[in-house]
């Protein structure tokens, strides 16, 4: 396996560990599970659909592409088929939940040194 995938599975359980679990099954206004459109997630709810987007402040946007990817590495599934894009913004996008909810995290330093090789 790809270190990046093994990387960001590690941090995906990492982070349901501490207690903070990136929730990526359903839209947390109102439930649907299909994403066909845009999707956005906020650090307090989690996942939010294209058409519940207005009812909620402070969204991250996410693409399609990456939500299937999150949902690879939850459910430990082969994920070989996305590209160093998609592993970086997956990365980005669980530090950045993490110093969401830990006001004292600045961040995972040796990620610099995995991401100059």
């Known amino acids: 396996e790809i270190p990046e995938i093994t990387f960001g599975r590690f941090f995906f359980f990492f982070l349901k560990e501490i207690g903070y679990e990136i929730?990526?099954?359903?839209?947390?206004?109102?439930?649907?599970d299909e994403f066909n459109e845009a999707v956005f997630y906020n650090f307090d709810k989690g996942l939010i659909c294209g058409k519940c987007?207005?009812?909620?402040v402070d969204i991250y946007d996410i693409n399609l592409e990456?939500?299937?990817?999150?949902?690879?590495l939850k459910n430990n599934e082969p994920a070989d088929?996305?590209?160093?894009q998609i592993f970086q913004s997956?990365?980005?996008?669980?530090e950045n939940h993490l110093k969401y909810h830990v006001n004292s995290f600045i961040g995972i330093n040796s990620l610099r040194l995995f991401n100059e090789r």
Not at 23 to 32: H, L, T
Not at 53 to 56: D, I, L, Q
Not at 81 to 84: A, G, R, S, Y
Not at 90 to 94: E, K, Q, R, S, V
């Open 23 to 32: 929730q990526i099954g359903y839209c947390s206004v109102c439930g649907n």
């Open 53 to 56: 987007r207005k009812s909620v």
């Open 66 to 72: 990456l939500l299937r990817y999150l949902k690879c």
């Open 81 to 84: 088929n996305f590209n160093n």
């Open 90 to 94: 997956a990365i980005n996008f669980m």
